[in-house]
């Protein structure tokens, strides 16, 4: 996996010579406005040097505020001892509310990239702009939203004990925005998993594996895979080795695309991958939600393709997946196939009150809403009885999900939704093989938010629900013994059973 760290605790500073001459360069480039203004003020009244003075005395201060507009974190010069930099040539720090930091890392550091993209200045330059202009950075925590996802995740929470000390959760609505979040790391104080990349496990499998091939018609909610190895061979011992391996051992029969999301199986989710094309999965994935696959992409064309299986099917890719991707492409999931990058600033504005930056509409549609309504009817049967969510299951709620483990169960990850949030729950443990309890986390975040009854998810006309035969796949007629019911895109509905 590639290293990109989260924030970097001491960037672009080389040593005390080369934080002096940036200051001296910022005393000439970069003071304009106040300073200049107070100069002038000067020359001509006296009252006004006291002002100007003053003005010039108090430290300069960039503003991060929530949703409704309350101040939530200042950003301000420091030194290199701080905690909370941010880096640049002067070292930028801020102070914010308690535990707030991984979400005022995120968004500051998003500000940043869109001062980089509008100025073509550097990371650190931006973070010295964002104080050194006094912005406002506007962003989308809500308030209530994280302090339930504290009360859950955070350090003395219900749930810490069963948390490991590297953990992570997030909430967004279903419209790309981040509401809230919260990161810790024992290993490195500064790393920010809501951003870190690591492995995504089987959350992947709806984004690269079944969404896609439902969308392109590929497979539907009843077709039919066998649960066996989709390879076996004799390794240098003389053994049999089998690949790739269940939770369970294999059932040697036949199981429903369904079935194998809902409890995950690897095996089915490799041989769905492998007729849908894993080169189409890869660029799948990559112009859909921005994931990299550059790796996953050269091993295709170089014939490589059998291995990075494991990178696509089973959520291995090379270069990680971060929780906000996650966020990113499960929300298409409830809004009807929709994908806005996850993001937390909606709006810049200068020191003067006026507008730098405001959220665009940068939304594409990734699946067709039928795809998007199938995909969310599978995601449900994860958190129904036998589903490898089930803990994640509330009452009264609409929820769907998927859950992902990796690394022989070391990181741990639920994905889930409601009508109106997506939230993730990650933690990684420092050994391998117990339980995944972030479905269950998952749920105490939920039921401490607050659900509006009449927000649903919106099936579209051209979905219909229909009875499947379990024996075939096929849809049912009255002598199928044992029947389901399925969800499918009215253009791609599976031929009659012919039991009789
Ligand atoms: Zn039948």
Redesign the pocket.
Known sequence: MSGKTGMSKKAGTDGKAEINRNVERNKSAGMRGKRIAGVAATAAVCVLLVVAGHILSREKTGIVTDIEGKEIARLMYGSQTDDNQMGGDRTVRYDCEDRYEAYIDLACREAAKILCEREGIREAEAFGMLVEEEMTVQTTLCPDVMGGLLDVCAEESMLSGILASERAAAVSDTKGHILACYSRSAEDSSRNYVTYPTYAGSTIKSLSVYGPAVEDDIVCWSDLYMDSPYRQSINADGEEEVWPVNTGSYTNRMWTVQEALKKSNNAIAVKVLKDYGVGDSCRFVREAFGLKTDVEERAVLEGKEDEVLPNLALGYLEAGVTMRDLLGAYQIFANGGIYTPMHAVVAIRTGNGEEYYQEGSETTRVFSAETAYVMNRMLKTVVEEGGTGEAAYIEGLDICGKTGTSDESRDNWFVGMTPEYVCAVWYRLPRAGMKNESPAVFKEIMVRMEHHEEIGYQKPESVAEAAY?K??G?L??E??EEQKTGYYKKQNMPGE???Q
């Open positions: 035969c024996k075939t096929l049912a007629n002598f199928c059973c012919d039991c």
